[in-house]
């Protein structure tokens, strides 16, 4: 059975969002709350890299053990979903998350924030398959489709790449084995040198 | 010089000769393999490092962008809201995580199960402590109106607030496998509605309990005495108390007053993240210590409803109906009883008692407050 994965490639990715656009769109995702967001390391030094983030889909996954009421379930390829009808807006996943990936539509006083929100890998929710309810509260499902995550899909340079784990380690491994064996003989110091 | 005083002269020369070896020995071994720090500090700033290993050679500066991610450094992001982070990743979620299942769930919760189980324990050993002699029919006031509801408006929010956090906490252990899933959502979304509106009412009932009450619990000398009889608990031990008794006071002041401010700090903290200054690791700590003072509080709770209910005679009605017999109060609260009587507070039977509120309250025999029930 694959284990689906994401794999942000540092060396390509150009900081453009498009996997940002691309899961907001795909989902309508309202305002202040992103699946999906690209960090920039040492933003306009030399040696900047930039990596989009989002849920990890970890396989003991930090939100699911501190959950209060279970809501989260992992399917059989590996992708941690949850379920909204059981989520109360407690924020423990937030602060359990590695990755800070779980999302809230609100934060007001007395801890009111409204269901979590977060990456589904584009697989859905435990309503039934491209039901009504299941695209409002979780978005499309195009992992039931045959489809790869579609941030994954938009990436213009193949920099963020989703599926089975073993797959894409492959295609990493071979971009890395092209670049050459040893990391300092590519990259930014190989072409313009260590002191720009 | 005889012979004697030779022998005594050299065994004291040989008893010195040991300690200053004995002393340089102990020296030595500590200053010596010290030696090389001075080396170290001598040699260094005359020339540059003598070689470079082959780790410092050969850095990777992407390895070290990985590492700063892995660390939790903060980079640069376009999006907003509330919840998004720069970080690539934190520590603080698994530290939280491990914390939460792991020492504050179990230690947490058999630390609970093993008071009820104390207190039930020592209550079938040694049963109720009666009141010596028996009633004596005649009542003083323990308690006025005003502090008595403020005593059960606190009392009933500790506890909506002590179940309902104790289900967000052990819910999914315990009550899930038992109610299922749909409906232990339903209730955990109650609960926690209710914990947190309930927090702030309560958080004002504590902050007005220790300031109208921390007069009557500043400790005495002869609170002394009543730690060292062990309260007289156990036994016929009577010993003194004023208004208050030790263990009241260390109620007062440990449960009430300090675990009391911990609790609603951090549920402030917890319950407002629109305050903004909460980052991940503030709200996760908070969350920690808010569960943790939270849980011994309810340890020592137990132990307070048990002894004002169930485990002494005549101390529940104190707080019911605001009077107690004056047995009660010369067995428990000696030294209140004569200020309380020297103060021109005079016991009441109940046929008096009966009477005054038929007619209304004499003159001035009874403040204001003290005759609701």
């Given amino acids: 059975m694959a284990r689906m994965k994401f794999l942000c490639d540092a060396e390509r990715c150009i900081e453009c969002q498009a996997c940002v656009t691309a899961c907001k769109n795909e989902h309508e995702v309202p305002w202040g709350v992103n699946r999906r967001r690209v960090i920039v390391m040492n933003d306009g030094r030399p040696g900047e890299k930039s990596i989009s983030v989002a849920c990890m889909h970890c396989t003991d996954a930090p939100c699911a053990a501190v959950c209060p009421v279970d809501c989260f379930y992992t399917t059989a390829d590996g992708i941690v979903l949850h379920d909204k009808d059981l989520c109360i807006g407690c924020g423990y996943c937030f602060y359990a998350c590695p990755f800070g990936a779980p999302q809230y539509p609100q934060q007001t006083a007395f801890g009111?924030?409204?269901?979590?929100?977060?990456?589904?890998?584009?697989?859905?929710?435990?309503?039934?398959?491209?039901?009504?309810?299941?695209?409002?509260?979780?978005?499309?499902?195009?992992v039931e489709e045959g489809k790869l995550p579609l941030c994954a899909e938009m990436c213009a340079t193949k920099a963020l790449i989703a599926g089975d784990g073993n797959v894409i380690a492959d295609i990493y491994r071979k971009r890395v084995m092209t670049r050459g064996g040893r990391p300092q003989t590519w990259g930014w110091q190989a072409a313009y040198g260590d002191d720009i | 010089m005889n012979k004697h005083h030779d022998a005594a002269v050299r065994a004291r020369r040989r008893w010195r000769s040991m300690v200053w070896s004995m002393m340089a020995i102990v020296f030595l071994a500590m200053a010596l393999p010290s030696a090389g720090y001075l080396f170290a500090q001598v040699g260094e700033p005359t020339g540059e490092p003598q070689r470079q290993?082959?780790?410092?050679?050969?850095?990777?500066?992407?390895?070290?962008?990985?590492?700063?991610?892995?660390?939790?450094?903060?980079?640069?992001?376009?999006?907003?809201?509330?919840?998004?982070?720069?970080?690539?990743?934190?520590?603080?979620?698994?530290?939280?995580?491990?914390?939460?299942?792991?020492?504050?769930?179990?230690?947490?919760?058999?630390?609970?199960?093993?008071?009820?189980?104390?207190?039930?324990?020592?209550?079938?050993?040694?049963?109720?402590?009666?009141?010596?002699?028996?009633?004596?029919?005649?009542?003083?006031?323990?308690?006025?109106?005003?502090?008595?509801?403020?005593?059960?408006?606190?009392?009933?929010?500790?506890?909506?607030?002590?179940?309902?956090?104790?289900?967000?906490?052990?819910?999914?252990?315990v009550l899930i496998p038992i109610v299922g899933?749909?409906?232990?959502?339903?209730?955990?979304?109650?609960?926690?509605?209710?914990?947190?509106?309930?927090?702030?009412?309560?958080?004002?009932?504590?902050?007005?309990?220790?300031?109208?009450?921390?007069?009557?619990?500043?400790?005495?000398?002869?609170?002394?005495?009543?730690?060292?009889?062990?309260?007289?608990?156990?036994?016929?031990?009577?010993?003194?108390?004023?208004?208050?008794?030790?263990?009241?006071?260390?109620?007062?002041?440990?449960?009430?007053?300090?675990?009391?401010?911990?609790?609603?700090?951090?549920?402030?903290?917890?319950?407002?993240?629109?305050?903004?200054?909460?980052?991940?690791?503030?709200?996760?700590w908070a969350l920690i210590i808010h569960a943790t003072a939270a849980i011994l509080w309810m340890g020592l709770f137990l132990g307070h409803a048990y002894i004002g209910t169930l485990g002494t005679e005549g101390a529940l009605e104190g707080m019911t109906r605001g009077r107690v017999d004056v047995a009660w109060a010369k067995q428990h609260h000696d030294l209140w009883y004569e200020d309380v009587v020297a103060a021109g507070e005079k016991p009441v039977s109940e046929e008096e008692l009966h009477g005054r509120q038929q007619q209304g309250p004499a003159p001035g025999s009874t403040p204001a407050g003290e005759r609701g029930t």
């Fill in chain 2, 53 to 173: 290993f082959s780790e410092q050679r050969e850095t990777n500066p992407r390895s070290d962008m990985w590492r700063d991610g892995r660390r939790g450094e903060g980079g640069f992001t376009t999006q907003t809201g509330p919840y998004v982070t720069n970080q690539l990743m934190t520590n603080v979620g698994e530290n939280y995580r491990q914390i939460r299942q792991g020492p504050l769930m179990t230690v947490g919760g058999w630390f609970l199960v093993a008071v009820f189980l104390a207190i039930t324990a020592f209550y079938l050993l040694t049963g109720q402590k009666k009141i010596d002699g028996g009633r004596t029919g005649r009542t003083i006031v323990r308690w006025k109106a005003y502090e008595r509801f403020l005593h059960w408006f606190n009392a009933i929010c500790f506890i909506i607030l002590a179940i309902t956090g104790l289900s967000l906490l052990f819910g999914r252990t």
């Fill in chain 1, 112 to 142: 009111v924030r409204g269901k979590m929100d977060k990456c589904t890998f584009c697989a859905g929710g435990p309503e039934p398959v491209h039901s009504q309810e299941e695209l409002t509260k979780y978005g499309t499902n195009r």
């Fill in chain 2, 181 to 284: 899933h749909q409906a232990f959502s339903s209730y955990a979304e109650f609960a926690y509605g209710a914990h947190n509106f309930v927090g702030p009412a309560f958080s004002v009932g504590v902050l007005v309990m220790i300031v109208l009450w921390a007069r009557h619990n500043i400790p005495k000398k002869h609170d002394w005495v009543w730690f060292k009889e062990g309260g007289g608990i156990i036994g016929n031990k009577h010993p003194p108390a004023g208004k208050m008794n030790g263990g009241e006071k260390v109620w007062f002041w440990v449960g009430v007053f300090a675990l009391g401010l911990t609790v609603i700090i951090t549920g402030l903290i917890a319950l407002f993240p629109n305050l903004g200054f909460q980052t991940r690791e503030i709200m996760s």
